[in-house]
């Protein structure tokens, strides 16, 4: 006979987890910044560390806007390309159409968002996998800012405030000598956004209850469909601003840039704690897990370990993660 275990139990064993995780997660960055500043003086410095944060930055939206597609148990591989979309689309519409700096913006987050609503769509109607939709979706992502663009980077010149949306310093102008780039900030920003919206809003809520049991969900009323593609498109949201981010800190939309983030973003989100099963996660451990790559990669840099090899080091990282994910859902059943 099969005994029920009560919802509060079970809840509070999961919160358990979670808490558990991120405890280990924010241990493990603590770990690495130690090793790192034992093995070099350059390391813990307040330029190396500013320099950590902002290259955090844009994989870090990316991974704050994965969270949500993950915990439903899905994935969005698209999030690279549709971030270097939405900053050819913000070039275009500034530098081509010559519209004015904050609708060329919009523009670009409105860019992200479509891409993000289009695959819901595919996920949720058409009832497609998400690998395949979100990995048709990176195709065509692709594709579209390479044949938009011609193949040739988009320049801002003639738009030079474009550039300070990220490299500006608006904490310099109220303490001077505190140059830390707005990019630092927005991300930390969105941190905040995207936590009050998984944590006190419907969309979180309806989030973890895709996750944790989409079928009993749909039984209990809810438009599973509806929320599918709400998270979908919340998701490409985030992918749009980080476009913004990341054309205004290279002054330039680059069309060829892009693939690859969304691997850097799930690892991420994993290595923060959420688990690819879906139904369980936090944006506090996707922040932390986020900076334990820009951690990782830059000290391995400054230890001039080689490229080739930084790859290897951060794919056994990834797979860390999963096995750990894995043995904490073998142990929660």
Excluded at 176 to 185: F, K, M, Q, T
Excluded at 191 to 218: D, H, P
């Amino acid at each position: 006979m099969t005994i029920l275990k009560p919802q509060s139990a079970v809840s509070n064993r999961a919160n358990q987890s979670g808490a558990t995780q991120k405890l280990l997660a924010f241990a493990s960055l603590i770990l690495l910044i130690i090793v790192f500043s034992l093995s070099s003086s350059n390391f813990f410095q307040f330029d190396n560390i500013v320099a950590i944060i902002l290259a955090t930055a844009v994989t870090g939206v990316l991974a704050l806007g994965s969270t949500f597609v993950i915990i439903t148990g899905g994935i969005d591989l698209a999030v690279g390309t549709v971030m270097t979309f939405a900053s050819v689309m913000t070039g275009v519409m500034i530098t081509t159409w010559h519209l004015p700096m904050p609708l060329g913006i919009v523009g670009g987050i409105a860019t992200g968002a479509l891409c993000g609503l289009i695959s819901g769509l595919a996920v949720a109607r058409m009832n497609i996998p998400p690998f395949i939709a979100t990995l048709a979706m990176m195709m065509i992502t692709k594709g579209l800012s390479l044949v938009i663009s011609g193949t040739k980077p988009i320049y801002f010149n003639d738009t030079p405030v474009f550039s300070q949306i990220s490299m500006g310093s608006v904490l310099n102008a109220i303490i001077p000598g505190l140059e830390i780039p707005n990019a630092v900030l927005i991300f930390f920003g969105l941190a905040i956004v995207a936590s009050i919206i998984l944590s006190k809003t419907i969309i979180g809520r309806y989030n973890f209850a895709l996750g944790s049991n989409e079928e009993a969900t749909r039984l209990s009323g809810v438009n599973v469909n509806y929320w599918k593609i709400t998270i979908y498109t919340l998701t490409g949201i985030f992918s749009g601003i980080a476009g913004i981010l990341m054309a205004s800190r290279l002054n330039s939309a680059q069309p060829a840039l892009g693939q690859g983030y969304e691997l850097e973003a799930i690892a991420a989100v994993v290595i923060g704690g959420t688990s690819l099963s879906g139904g369980q996660g936090s944006i506090l451990g996707t922040v932390i897990g986020a900076l334990i790559m820009s951690v990782l990669t830059n000290g391995l840099r400054i230890l001039s370990v080689p490229q080739e090899w930084q790859t290897v080091i951060v794919g056994l990282v990834v797979i860390l993660a999963v096995y750990t994910d894995i043995l904490r859902r073998r142990r929660k059943s």
